[in-house]
């Protein structure tokens, strides 16, 4: 079992900076593959970033390589997204995702993880 709270959403204008947080109970953290996800409205929901469970791998899509990063702290059973540069087109709500007994990969398919946290929401104004 993993249960997952994310925070540390808000509202920021364009070329700003949030970090975002994840804390996550149960065993089978350290051996799940994580990852970020984003919502607009009206969109369907889409891969942000994602980690290995061990942290040795990493996976980005086009729209924020370069602006955000994914990271994990195994003893703490936290995983953090730094967000830069933050554009308008960013604005989603963020959701914590968990894939356990995952491989060494990260699959970025919203389908594949099967704990899911309840989301921040994240503005960027114009």
């Known amino acids: 079992q993993v249960q997952l709270v994310e925070s540390g959403g808000g509202l920021v204008q364009a070329g700003g900076s949030l970090r975002l947080s994840c804390a996550a109970s149960?065993?089978?953290?350290?051996?799940?593959?994580m990852g970020w996800f984003r919502q607009a409205p009206g969109k369907e929901r889409e891969f942000a970033a994602g980690?290995?469970?061990?942290?040795?791998?990493?996976n980005y899509p086009d729209s924020v390589k370069g602006r955000f990063t994914i990271s994990r702290d195994n003893a703490k059973n936290m995983v953090y997204l730094q967000m830069n540069s933050l554009k308008p087109e960013d604005t989603a709500v963020y959701y914590c995702?968990?894939?356990?007994?995952?491989?060494?990969?990260?699959?970025?398919?919203?389908?594949?993880?099967?704990?899911w946290g309840q989301g921040t929401q994240v503005s960027v104004s114009s």
């Open positions: 995702a968990a894939v356990p007994w995952s491989s060494s990969g990260v699959p970025r398919a919203p389908s594949t993880y099967t704990y």
């Open positions: 980690i290995s469970r061990s942290g040795a791998n990493t």
């Open positions: 149960g065993r089978t953290f350290s051996s799940s593959a």
